[in-house]
């Protein structure tokens, strides 16, 4: 098990950028596929994009490609999310996630074991 601490939310105009962070701790994070996901208020939770444990491989939803860039750095345990262009749309809990295998199944929360306690992103208009 790996433990995940989420930070950077808050309160931006549409249009801003934001950026979260997510710490890992426990055992190396390295071993670990991150993955980033999203609650809206009254939506079920969504996948948001994801990166591979050397960070060669990366999957991006549709709804955020071109805005949204995921990076990690390992040597701090740490992974980010780049969030560019905010939309009032983006408005929800973001929570990082990870999993020890590094096969392509990254889609779905249920593929992950440890989550992060959530940061909350709203975007006014």
């Known amino acids: 098990q790996v433990q995940l601490v989420e930070t950077g939310g808050g309160l931006v105009q549409a249009g801003d950028s934001l950026r979260l962070s997510c710490v890992a701790s426990?055992?190396?994070?390295?071993?670990?596929?991150m993955g980033w996901f999203r609650q809206a208020p009254g939506k079920e939770r969504e996948f948001v994009v994801a990166i591979s444990g050397s960070g060669g491989r990366v999957y991006y939803a549709d709804s955020v490609k071109g805005r949204f860039t995921i990076s990690r750095d390992n040597a701090k345990n740490t992974v980010y999310l780049q969030m560019n262009s905010l939309s009032p749309e983006d408005t929800a809990v973001y929570y990082c996630?990870?999993?020890?295998?590094?096969?392509?199944?990254?889609?779905?929360?249920?593929?992950?074991?440890?989550w992060g306690q959530g940061t909350q992103v709203t975007v006014s208009s």
């Open positions: 426990g055992r190396t994070s390295s071993m670990y596929t």
């Open positions: 996630a990870a999993r020890s295998s590094q096969d392509d199944r990254v889609w779905h929360g249920r593929d992950y074991s440890s």
